[in-house]
Each structure stands twice: as structure tokens, then as C-alpha cells.
């Protein structure tokens, strides 16, 4: 016997919607990035990338318990922001771990954003010794 077909369905929707959330996640980390530091309201955040405030608010709450040092700032006039930083520290991966972030990266598609595009060109330069 095979898959019943609502099987099927149902993994390819739950694939597209983790999908989306990866997406969204990116964006979100992008325009924390962009604010230098800046809060930037959920609400705010939510509407701009076409989701409920609380959908939003998961996203963040995933992206921290990754450790993606998004500060909250509770309250009325709170937000989200990330901590101004220089630049970060260099990363040095081994070649298993480089090909990791090349698998995740080609599931979300490498040109999802500018930065994905430019993470895989770097990745994959540093893979293939160039």
C-alpha cells in the first residue's frame, strides 16, 4: 500500500508553511538589522510582512530560543530590536557544517533575499576553496 493521498497533502502543506515561517523569520532578522538598533513594533511587523501580531510574535519568540539576540521591550511604546554590533565574529566552519547551511539555505532558496543570496555565494566559495 502507499501514502493515503491527505497524508501527502497535509506533509506538503506543514512543508509550506514551515517554509513561509523560515522566510519570515529571515525577514524579520533583516529589518531588526536594518532598524540599527531601532524597536520596531510587532504590529508594525506583522502587518508588513502580512501575518497576525501573535504569528509575529511566535517568530520572534523561535528566533531567540535559537539564540538571535532580539531584545524585547514590553509595554506600550515596547517593540522589538536587536543590539547595535560592529560587525560580527568571524565563523569558521568545518566542511560538514558549511554543507548544512548550503542545505538549509538551497530548501529556502538561495536568492529568498539579498542576504541569503550573498550567504551562499560566500559559502559556497569558501566550500569550493575559491
Known amino acids: 500500500m502507499g ?15 514551515a517554509l513561509r515561517r523560515v522566510e519570515r523569520q529571515q525577514a524579520v532578522i533583516e529589518r531588526l538589522h536594518a532598524a540599527h538598533g531601532a524597536r520596531l513594533r510587532i504590529a508594525d511587523l506583522a ?10 510574535a511566535r517568530d520572534v519568540e523561535r528566533l531567540r530560543d535559537s539564540g538571535v539576540p532580539i531584545v524585547a ?3 506600550r511604546g515596547g517593540g522589538v530590536s536587536l543590539p547595535r554590533a560592529a560587525a560580527p565574529a568571524p565563523i569558521r566552519f568545518d566542511l560538514p557544517e558549511a554543507a548544512a547551511v548550503i542545505s538549509s539555505l538551497a530548501v529556502l532558496g538561495p536568492t529568498v ?4 543570496a550573498s550567504a551562499m555565494r560566500k559559502l559556497a566559495q569558501a566550500v569550493g576553496g575559491g
Open 3 to 17: 501514502t493515503p493521498r491527505h497524508s501527502l497533502a497535509a506533509a506538503s502543506r506543514d512543508g509550506h508553511l
Open 47 to 56: 502587518r508588513d510582512l502580512g501575518v497576525a501580531p501573535r504569528t509575529l
Open 113 to 116: 533575499s539579498p542576504s541569503a
Open 73 to 75: 521591550h514590553p509595554g
